[in-house]
């Protein structure tokens, strides 16, 4: 069973501040990882995903995320905050294995950028 | 390139009547999802399709939800008879490829409430 956390409700940073939004995750084989952005009244939009190789991955509108297999997580980041991405963030898995497998979100992170 | 295109966006009836949300995937995606967001559950896969064929429909609350995709570009949920537990935002996604690492798309949702 694959599953992933996202273990805080909300994260508040100051604009122009560097930002952390945190997933830890949990797969039996290797991991596809996953991170969308949410903003009201929209559907997902994919910002960044790992697969293999380098683990910081480079994503859409400035935002990275840094792989770790020990500590099986996979935080966002971004080094200067903008106001604009206030919004709703979700961490996705899959297990890498045979076929086809379902995607597994996590129960998202609000971040709300402080002017 | 023309998104995932969700009809209605928003929907308003009556407990007991029959709703129906209609989605077009992405021209070329093989894989079609819907998925049900509400604040206390968060987002679930309801069922998806690969090549128009249902492969699991586990997540599905109970009979009175359906799903067809009756071609490659288009798929309708139907709920019939409504329930005001029904209320949620209902999305519909689509990917492309047998290779599990491709992100999903998502289309606005609609936003539906069982009065």
């Not at chain 1, 997580?73 to 206030?86: N, T, W």
């Not at chain 2, 995709?69 to 519909?92: G, H, W």
Request: a neutral charge; charged letters at 20%.
């Amino acid at each position: 069973a694959q599953s992933v956390a996202q273990p805080e409700d909300q994260v508040n940073v100051a604009e122009g501040n560097p930002l952390t939004v945190k997933c830890t995750y949990s797969v039996s084989g290797n991991p596809y990882l996953f991170w969308y952005v949410q903003y009201p009244n929209r559907g997902l939009q994919f910002l960044l995903k790992y697969i293999t190789g380098d683990n910081l991955v480079k994503g859409s509108y400035g935002f990275e995320a840094e792989f770790n297999k020990s500590q099986t997580s996979f935080h966002l980041k971004k080094p200067s905050a903008l106001v604009s991405d206030s919004a709703l963030y979700f961490c996705a898995v899959r297990d890498a294995g045979r076929g086809y497998q379902k995607v597994t979100f996590g129960t998202g992170t609000k971040l709300q950028v402080i002017p | 390139d023309a998104g995932v295109i969700q009809s209605p966006r928003h929907e308003v009836t009556e407990m007991g009547q029959e709703v129906t949300l209609r989605c077009k995937p992405i021209s070329g995606h093989d894989y079609l999802f819907w998925y049900r967001q509400t604040m206390m559950r968060g987002l679930e896969l309801l069922i998806y399709f690969n090549n128009n064929v249902p492969i699991d429909d586990s997540g599905m609350p109970e009979d009175r939800f359906s799903a067809k995709m009756p071609n490659a570009s288009f798929s309708t949920l139907k709920i019939q008879p409504s329930e005001p537990r029904d209320s949620a935002v209902y999305f519909c996604a689509s990917s492309w490829g047998q290779g599990s690492n491709q992100p999903q798309h998502f289309g606005d949702g609609t936003r539906l409430s069982i009065l």
